[in-house]
Nanobody, 127 residues
Framework: QMQLVESGGGLVQAGDSLRLSCAAPGFIFSIYDMGWFRQAPGKEREFVAGMNWSGDNTYYGDSVKGRFTISRDNAKNTVYLQMNSLKPEDTAIYYC????????????????????WGQGTQVTVSS
């Protein structure tokens, strides 16, 4: 069964860094586009970062550009989100997502592109 397992969340202070991991045990995800989203209380799920299957192309939400970096290690079946210079407004549950259906007509920023989601990991940034 295909599943995603996120880890690496926690409570940090403003200005700190965190690295989130998303592992995909049980299936080879090297052929799939990947994404990270986040959802703060009372807000809609928001695109954070995306990467195509080969890792050649990356995409970022405006609020995280220059601070967050998405990467993948296909040998480890894992995608990462390095988050630097964290701000209190980055506080949210972070979800990784996979496009297993090759929905190429959807933008990476679109929720509809992804059909497999992890359970989420909480990131809390204190001021």
């Amino acid at each position: 069964q295909m599943q995603l397992v996120e880890s690496g969340g926690g409570l940090v202070q403003a200005g700190d860094s965190l690295r989130l991991s998303c592992a995909a045990p049980g299936f080879i995800f090297s052929i799939y586009d990947m994404g990270w989203f986040r959802q703060a209380p009372g807000k809609e799920r928001e695109f954070v970062a995306g990467m195509n299957w080969s890792g050649d192309n990356t995409y970022y939400g405006d609020s995280v550009k220059g601070r967050f970096t998405i990467s993948r290690d296909n040998a480890k079946n894992t995608v990462y989100l390095q988050m630097n210079s964290l701000k209190p407004e980055d506080t949210a549950i972070y979800y990784c997502a996979v496009d297993t259906s090759h929905r190429s007509r959807y933008a990476y920023t679109s929720l509809g592109k992804y059909d497999l989601w992890g359970q989420g990991t909480q990131v809390t940034v204190s001021s």
